[in-house]
Protein backbone atom coordinates (compact mmCIF):
# COMPACT_ATOMS: atom_id res chain seq x y z
CA UNK A 1 0.00 0.00 0.00
CA UNK A 2 1.39 3.13 -0.86
CA UNK A 3 2.61 5.44 2.23
CA UNK A 4 1.64 8.91 2.80
CA UNK A 5 4.72 10.78 0.58
CA UNK A 6 5.73 8.12 -1.47
CA UNK A 7 4.40 9.79 -4.36
CA UNK A 8 6.45 13.15 -3.34
CA UNK A 9 9.66 10.70 -2.72
CA UNK A 10 9.42 9.35 -5.93
CA UNK A 11 8.17 12.08 -8.06
CA UNK A 12 9.98 15.13 -6.89
CA UNK A 13 6.56 16.48 -5.90
CA UNK A 14 7.69 18.05 -2.79
CA UNK A 15 9.58 20.42 -4.66
CA UNK A 16 6.76 22.43 -5.41
CA UNK A 17 3.70 23.26 -3.55
CA UNK A 18 0.56 21.10 -4.37
CA UNK A 19 -1.76 22.45 -6.46
CA UNK A 20 -4.80 24.29 -5.82
CA UNK A 21 -8.70 22.89 -7.43
CA UNK A 22 -9.19 26.35 -9.47
CA UNK A 23 -5.03 25.52 -11.03
CA UNK A 24 -6.30 22.28 -11.72
CA UNK A 25 -9.60 23.12 -13.48
CA UNK A 26 -7.93 26.38 -15.21
CA UNK A 27 -4.54 24.06 -15.79
CA UNK A 28 -2.14 26.86 -14.53
CA UNK A 29 0.55 26.84 -12.55
CA UNK A 30 3.63 25.08 -12.14
CA UNK A 31 2.21 22.61 -10.08
CA UNK A 32 -0.69 21.40 -13.03
CA UNK A 33 1.64 18.34 -13.49
CA UNK A 34 0.03 17.36 -10.34
CA UNK A 35 -3.51 17.68 -10.87
CA UNK A 36 -5.12 14.02 -11.75
CA UNK A 37 -6.95 13.04 -14.61
CA UNK A 38 -10.43 14.70 -15.08
CA UNK A 39 -13.46 12.70 -17.25
CA UNK A 40 -16.49 14.07 -18.03
CA UNK A 41 -19.85 11.51 -16.65
CA UNK A 42 -19.78 9.99 -20.40
CA UNK A 43 -16.86 8.79 -20.09
CA UNK A 44 -16.71 7.25 -16.43
CA UNK A 45 -20.05 5.65 -17.36
CA UNK A 46 -18.29 3.70 -20.62
CA UNK A 47 -15.11 2.83 -18.44
CA UNK A 48 -17.19 2.19 -15.37
CA UNK A 49 -15.68 -1.59 -15.95
CA UNK A 50 -12.05 -0.52 -15.78
CA UNK A 51 -11.56 1.08 -12.58
CA UNK A 52 -10.18 -0.84 -9.45
CA UNK A 53 -12.00 1.63 -7.14
CA UNK A 54 -15.05 4.24 -6.93
CA UNK A 55 -14.95 6.19 -4.09
CA UNK A 56 -17.72 8.98 -3.47
CA UNK A 57 -17.05 11.61 -0.79
CA UNK A 58 -20.05 12.84 -1.09
CA UNK A 59 -21.50 13.83 2.46
CA UNK A 60 -23.80 10.28 4.47
CA UNK A 61 -26.55 12.50 3.76
CA UNK A 62 -26.11 12.30 0.24
CA UNK A 63 -24.68 8.75 0.01
CA UNK A 64 -28.48 8.12 1.93
CA UNK A 65 -30.57 9.92 -1.29
CA UNK A 66 -29.17 7.43 -3.67
CA UNK A 67 -25.41 5.54 -4.22
CA UNK A 68 -23.52 2.74 -6.08
CA UNK A 69 -23.71 -0.01 -4.45
CA UNK A 70 -20.15 -1.06 -5.85
CA UNK A 71 -18.51 2.24 -4.81
CA UNK A 72 -16.62 3.20 -1.76
CA UNK A 73 -17.68 5.84 0.89
CA UNK A 74 -15.58 8.17 2.26
CA UNK A 75 -17.48 11.42 3.04
CA UNK A 76 -15.69 13.99 4.79
CA UNK A 77 -11.83 13.46 2.79
CA UNK A 78 -12.12 16.13 0.41
CA UNK A 79 -12.74 18.79 3.42
CA UNK A 80 -11.09 17.23 6.72
CA UNK A 81 -7.63 16.34 6.98
CA UNK A 82 -8.27 14.26 9.78
CA UNK A 83 -11.68 12.52 8.62
CA UNK A 84 -11.88 8.81 7.92
CA UNK A 85 -7.88 8.29 7.06
CA UNK A 86 -7.91 4.92 8.71
CA UNK A 87 -11.88 4.36 7.05
CA UNK A 88 -9.97 4.74 3.30
CA UNK A 89 -7.14 2.43 4.51
CA UNK A 90 -9.54 -0.17 5.39
CA UNK A 91 -11.90 0.22 2.41
CA UNK A 92 -8.01 0.12 -0.08
CA UNK A 93 -6.85 -2.21 1.29
CA UNK A 94 -4.88 -4.50 -1.23
CA UNK A 95 -4.52 -1.46 -3.54
CA UNK A 96 -1.64 -0.52 -5.44
CA UNK A 97 0.17 2.51 -6.61
CA UNK A 98 -0.98 1.98 -9.97
CA UNK A 99 -4.80 1.28 -8.99
CA UNK A 100 -7.36 2.84 -11.23
CA UNK A 101 -9.55 4.98 -8.68
CA UNK A 102 -12.37 7.09 -9.83
CA UNK A 103 -12.92 9.49 -7.20
CA UNK A 104 -17.09 11.46 -7.37
CA UNK A 105 -19.13 13.66 -5.62
CA UNK A 106 -22.00 15.59 -6.28
CA UNK A 107 -20.60 18.80 -8.29
CA UNK A 108 -17.02 17.65 -9.13
CA UNK A 109 -14.92 20.55 -6.52
CA UNK A 110 -14.68 18.14 -3.71
CA UNK A 111 -13.97 15.24 -5.89
CA UNK A 112 -11.24 17.28 -7.20
CA UNK A 113 -9.77 17.83 -4.16
CA UNK A 114 -10.13 14.35 -2.49
CA UNK A 115 -8.05 12.98 -5.77
CA UNK A 116 -5.53 15.65 -5.16
CA UNK A 117 -5.20 14.26 -1.60
CA UNK A 118 -4.85 10.25 -2.95
CA UNK A 119 -2.18 11.48 -5.60
CA UNK A 120 -0.05 13.01 -2.62
CA UNK A 121 -0.61 9.85 -0.66
CA UNK A 122 1.38 8.14 -3.41
CA UNK A 123 -1.45 6.70 -5.82
CA UNK A 124 -0.37 7.92 -9.32
CA UNK A 125 -3.74 6.55 -11.51
CA UNK A 126 -6.37 8.80 -9.92
CA UNK A 127 -9.42 9.91 -12.05
CA UNK A 128 -11.67 12.63 -11.15
CA UNK A 129 -15.47 12.91 -12.28
CA UNK A 130 -15.32 16.71 -12.98
CA UNK A 131 -18.56 18.69 -14.12
CA UNK A 132 -21.33 16.72 -12.89
CA UNK A 133 -21.60 14.16 -10.55
CA UNK A 134 -23.34 10.84 -8.85
CA UNK A 135 -26.92 13.01 -9.61
CA UNK A 136 -25.62 12.79 -13.10
CA UNK A 137 -23.96 9.37 -13.29
CA UNK A 138 -27.52 8.14 -11.88
CA UNK A 139 -29.10 9.54 -14.66
CA UNK A 140 -27.10 7.52 -17.38
CA UNK A 141 -26.68 4.83 -14.99
CA UNK A 142 -30.79 4.60 -15.09
CA UNK A 143 -30.84 4.90 -18.40
CA UNK A 144 -28.63 2.04 -19.14
CA UNK A 145 -30.06 0.16 -16.56
CA UNK A 146 -34.00 0.44 -18.34
CA UNK A 147 -32.41 -1.10 -21.47
CA UNK A 148 -31.76 -4.63 -19.90
CA UNK A 149 -35.32 -4.97 -19.53
CA UNK A 150 -36.13 -6.58 -23.16
CA UNK A 151 -32.16 -7.82 -23.59
CA UNK A 152 -32.00 -11.26 -22.73
CA UNK A 153 -27.87 -11.05 -23.40
CA UNK A 154 -26.99 -8.32 -21.56
CA UNK A 155 -23.06 -7.27 -21.45
CA UNK A 156 -21.00 -7.46 -18.26
CA UNK A 157 -20.03 -3.78 -19.21
CA UNK A 158 -24.35 -3.16 -18.60
CA UNK A 159 -24.65 -5.54 -15.45
CA UNK A 160 -21.58 -3.62 -13.79
CA UNK A 161 -23.41 -0.17 -14.19
CA UNK A 162 -26.67 -1.74 -13.30
CA UNK A 163 -24.77 -2.43 -10.14
CA UNK A 164 -27.47 -5.89 -10.13
CA UNK A 165 -30.49 -3.75 -9.80
CA UNK A 166 -31.69 -5.78 -12.53
CA UNK A 167 -32.71 -9.33 -12.72
CA UNK A 168 -30.95 -10.26 -16.07
CA UNK A 169 -27.97 -9.49 -14.18
CA UNK A 170 -25.48 -11.48 -12.15
CA UNK A 171 -23.93 -8.93 -9.71
CA UNK A 172 -20.12 -7.51 -10.00
CA UNK A 173 -18.09 -8.44 -7.39
CA UNK A 174 -14.44 -6.63 -8.10
CA UNK A 175 -11.50 -7.92 -6.78
CA UNK A 176 -10.90 -4.59 -4.75
CA UNK A 177 -14.12 -5.10 -2.99
CA UNK A 178 -13.16 -8.63 -1.94
CA UNK A 179 -10.26 -7.06 -0.33
CA UNK A 180 -11.74 -4.30 1.51
CA UNK A 181 -15.67 -6.02 2.47
CA UNK A 182 -14.57 -8.69 4.45
CA UNK A 183 -18.16 -10.10 4.70
CA UNK A 184 -17.59 -11.88 1.49
CA UNK A 185 -15.27 -14.34 3.27
CA UNK A 186 -15.16 -18.10 3.06
CA UNK A 187 -16.61 -17.63 6.33
CA UNK A 188 -19.94 -16.62 5.36
CA UNK A 189 -22.59 -19.38 6.36
CA UNK A 190 -24.76 -18.29 3.57
CA UNK A 191 -22.69 -18.07 0.70
CA UNK A 192 -21.32 -20.37 -1.68
CA UNK A 193 -18.21 -20.19 -3.36
CA UNK A 194 -18.45 -21.93 -6.71
CA UNK A 195 -15.65 -23.11 -9.15
CA UNK A 196 -16.69 -22.27 -12.76
CA UNK A 197 -13.16 -22.55 -14.53
CA UNK A 198 -13.56 -24.23 -18.23
CA UNK A 199 -10.44 -26.48 -17.52
CA UNK A 200 -10.10 -27.40 -14.00
CA UNK A 201 -6.61 -25.73 -11.97
CA UNK A 202 -4.03 -28.17 -11.38
CA UNK A 203 -3.73 -26.47 -7.59
CA UNK A 204 -7.71 -28.04 -7.51
CA UNK A 205 -10.46 -25.53 -6.73
CA UNK A 206 -10.52 -23.26 -2.96
CA UNK A 207 -11.54 -24.18 0.59
CA UNK A 208 -15.08 -24.73 0.56
CA UNK A 209 -15.56 -24.15 -3.04
CA UNK A 210 -18.31 -26.32 -5.16
CA UNK A 211 -16.81 -27.06 -8.82
CA UNK A 212 -19.18 -26.58 -11.17
CA UNK A 213 -18.71 -27.03 -15.20
CA UNK A 214 -20.53 -24.31 -16.95
CA UNK A 215 -23.38 -27.01 -18.53
CA UNK A 216 -26.13 -26.74 -18.36
CA UNK A 217 -26.78 -30.46 -17.03
CA UNK A 218 -24.54 -30.03 -14.27
CA UNK A 219 -25.48 -26.58 -13.24
CA UNK A 220 -29.36 -27.61 -12.48
CA UNK A 221 -28.49 -30.35 -10.81
CA UNK A 222 -26.27 -28.10 -8.47
CA UNK A 223 -29.26 -25.73 -8.21
CA UNK A 224 -31.07 -28.35 -6.58
CA UNK A 225 -29.17 -28.81 -3.53
CA UNK A 226 -28.77 -25.33 -2.66
CA UNK A 227 -31.15 -23.17 -0.34
CA UNK A 228 -32.74 -19.79 -1.40
CA UNK A 229 -31.47 -17.54 0.95
CA UNK A 230 -27.67 -19.10 0.09
CA UNK A 231 -25.39 -16.31 -2.03
CA UNK A 232 -23.33 -17.93 -4.56
CA UNK A 233 -20.22 -16.43 -5.42
CA UNK A 234 -18.64 -17.72 -8.78
CA UNK A 235 -14.91 -17.36 -9.58
CA UNK A 236 -13.37 -18.79 -12.66
CA UNK A 237 -9.66 -17.53 -14.15
CA UNK A 238 -11.03 -14.13 -14.87
CA UNK A 239 -14.31 -12.39 -14.64
CA UNK A 240 -15.56 -13.11 -18.17
CA UNK A 241 -15.98 -16.27 -18.12
CA UNK A 242 -17.29 -15.50 -14.56
CA UNK A 243 -19.77 -13.65 -15.36
CA UNK A 244 -21.15 -15.95 -18.82
CA UNK A 245 -21.68 -18.90 -16.47
CA UNK A 246 -23.68 -16.36 -13.52
CA UNK A 247 -26.01 -15.13 -16.67
CA UNK A 248 -26.54 -19.31 -17.55
CA UNK A 249 -27.60 -19.89 -13.63
CA UNK A 250 -29.96 -17.00 -14.02
CA UNK A 251 -31.26 -18.46 -17.26
CA UNK A 252 -31.68 -22.30 -15.63
CA UNK A 253 -33.63 -20.77 -12.63
CA UNK A 254 -31.38 -19.52 -9.95
CA UNK A 255 -33.57 -16.44 -8.70
CA UNK A 256 -31.12 -15.99 -5.35
CA UNK A 257 -28.14 -13.26 -4.70
CA UNK A 258 -25.78 -14.03 -7.81
CA UNK A 259 -22.30 -12.73 -7.95
CA UNK A 260 -19.45 -13.01 -9.95
CA UNK A 261 -15.77 -12.29 -9.17
CA UNK A 262 -14.31 -8.98 -11.63
CA UNK A 263 -11.12 -7.81 -12.23
CA UNK A 264 -9.76 -11.48 -11.11
CA UNK A 265 -10.03 -14.90 -10.16
CA UNK A 266 -8.72 -17.96 -8.66
CA UNK A 267 -5.10 -17.18 -8.71
CA UNK A 268 -6.07 -13.73 -6.90
CA UNK A 269 -8.47 -15.28 -4.74
CA UNK A 270 -6.16 -18.54 -3.25
CA UNK A 271 -3.06 -15.75 -2.64
CA UNK A 272 -6.03 -13.42 -0.14
CA UNK A 273 -6.14 -17.38 1.70
CA UNK A 274 -9.61 -18.15 0.56
Known sequence: FPSYGGMCKDTGFCELPPPTVQQCVEGSGD???QCPSMVSEEEAVSRFTEFDYRVDVRSDEEWEEGHSNISLHTPGLAVNPAVNYQHLWDQLAGAKEDSKI???????????SAALKLLRYGFSNVHSLHSGGFPGLAGRIAAHSQQLTSDSQPSKAACY????????????????????????NNRAENMQLVDVQTS?????????????????????KFLKT???????????????AAFSAAKDFIKLGWSGEIYFVDNGGFEELRQMGF
Open 31 to 33: SVS
Open 102 to 112: LVYCKGGTRAL
Open 161 to 184: IAGGRNSLCPRPLPISHIHSRRAF
Open 200 to 220: KAESGVLNRAVRVPNKKRRIK
Open 226 to 240: LRKQQTLVLYSEEGD
